[in-house]
């Protein structure tokens, strides 16, 4: 009952219109012909971060000067947004990270081999661990039992 639902849905003429609907969505999308921008200017966005902190503008904390176009997704590119690292390349960044975690767990694992022993051996309980001599019953046998841990 239920494949012949699915079967018959697949084959209607309304799924099938739907899918090439998206399609044609996803296909006819481009930059220059965004439909919200209307005769907005398609400026590149540049971050502010990487402008020059030196130069005199109008809005010094944003680093804009008046009457300057905005990108459409300036809120993406200005002084609030994520920070730029642009020390290293990625690679290089990578590199590091993985030298770190290898120092690390490697430094760890020696590590290992200079625990000292313990000092004294597990406590050894009497009569099962005691659980009868600490109030327990044979079904609290398990809750009420010393543990040598």
């Given at each position: 009952?239920?494949?012949?639902?699915?079967?018959?849905?697949?084959?209607?003429?309304?799924?099938?219109?739907?899918?090439?609907?998206?399609?044609?969505?996803?296909?006819?999308?481009?930059?220059?012909?965004?439909?919200?921008?209307?005769?907005?200017?398609?400026?590149?966005?540049?971050?502010?971060?990487?402008?020059?902190?030196?130069?005199?503008?109008?809005d010094q904390q944003d680093r804009r000067n008046l009457n300057e176009p905005l990108s459409v997704n300036d809120d993406l590119y200005d002084m609030w947004s994520p920070d730029r690292f642009t020390h290293f390349k990625n690679q290089d960044a990578l590199k590091y990270f993985i030298g770190f975690l290898t120092l690390f767990f490697g430094g760890s694992y020696v590590a290992t081999y200079f625990v000292p022993e313990k000092a004294a051996i597990p406590r050894e309980f009497p009569y099962e661990g005691l659980?009868?001599?600490?109030?327990?019953?044979?079904?609290?046998?398990?809750?009420?039992?010393?543990?040598?841990e």
């Open positions: 009952m239920l494949s012949r639902r699915a079967v018959t849905m697949l084959r209607s003429p309304v799924a099938r219109v739907a899918q090439v609907q998206v399609r044609g969505v996803r296909a006819s999308f481009d930059k220059a012909e965004e439909p919200m921008l209307g005769d907005y200017p398609d400026i590149d966005p540049f971050p502010a971060q990487l402008k020059n902190p030196y130069k005199k503008y109008d659980w009868k001599e600490s109030g327990g019953t044979e079904k609290s046998k398990d809750v009420f039992a010393q543990r040598s």
